[in-house]
């Protein structure tokens, strides 16, 4: 069984501070998406990543993918409490058959004023 | 633009109750998907559908049954309800693998 290991499970922070949220596995994945779900709604794709250590920058978030293609990392910088939700990763296995994706447990993030 | 639509967003069952949600697209998507979505244990994927009259068991499939009879519709149905089922459940889509999947905003489901 594939299996994608999020930490910290759960991060309560001032508005503000650095904090890097990460996703780790044994296995290798063909890509590496992570979401953003708020309360109530369902997830929304935050970015993709395909190549093993590429780096994704979309303002103040950065998105690396390991060099093995195993891992990632999320890093806020300067977080603000419009960054508060559920962030998730989800891999691409590449023994992939019909577009499965593997998730994450999830990382709750809560940015306070 | 709708996206993909769930429905019913809440429902509230009995023990042993039949149920059927539904998920639409309006995006010609080819993949369609269920999910269940538990506290600490992220998404986990019930069915899964590669196109219109496909269907495939995903990582927690007993006790679910699904069909794609349309492209733009995957019904996901409880024979018999659990409250081990009670859950929020998630349909996604995607054009292919292995592209972004977009979600609905869910059915909250009890079961008592």
């Known amino acids: 069984t594939q299996l994608l290991e999020q930490s910290p499970q759960f991060l309560s922070i001032q508005e503000g501070e650095n904090l890097t949220v990460y996703c780790n596995s044994s296995s290798v994945f063909s890509s590496l998406q992570w979401y953003r779900q708020e309360p109530g709604e369902g997830p929304v794709l935050l970015v993709t990543v395909v190549t093993g250590g590429e780096v994704k920058k979309l303002k103040r978030l950065t998105f690396q993918f390991g060099d093995a293609r195993k891992d990632s990392s999320l890093h806020i910088t300067a977080a603000q409490p419009g960054d508060t939700g559920l962030y998730l990763c989800a891999g691409d296995s590449v023994q992939n058959q019909g577009g499965k994706l593997i998730f994450g447990q999830g990382t709750e993030l809560s940015v306070k004023p | 633009n709708a996206g993909v639509t769930q429905t019913p967003k809440f429902r509230v069952l009995k023990t042993g109750q039949s149920m059927t949600l539904l998920c639409a697209q309006d995006m010609n998507h080819e993949y369609m998907y269920w999910y269940r979505q538990d506290p600490g244990m992220g998404l986990r994927l019930i069915h899964y559908?590669?196109?219109?009259?496909?269907?495939a068991k995903g990582e927690v499939p007993d006790g679910y049954n699904v069909s794609r009879l349309k492209k733009q519709n995957f019904l996901l149905g409880l024979e018999s309800a659990a409250p081990s089922q009670t859950s929020v459940y998630f349909c996604?889509?995607?054009?292919?693998?292995?592209?972004?999947?977009?979600f609905g905003d869910g059915t909250r489901l009890s079961i008592l």
């Open positions: 559908s590669v196109g219109e009259g496909t269907t």
């Open positions: 996604a889509s995607s054009y292919r693998s292995p592209q972004p999947q977009h």
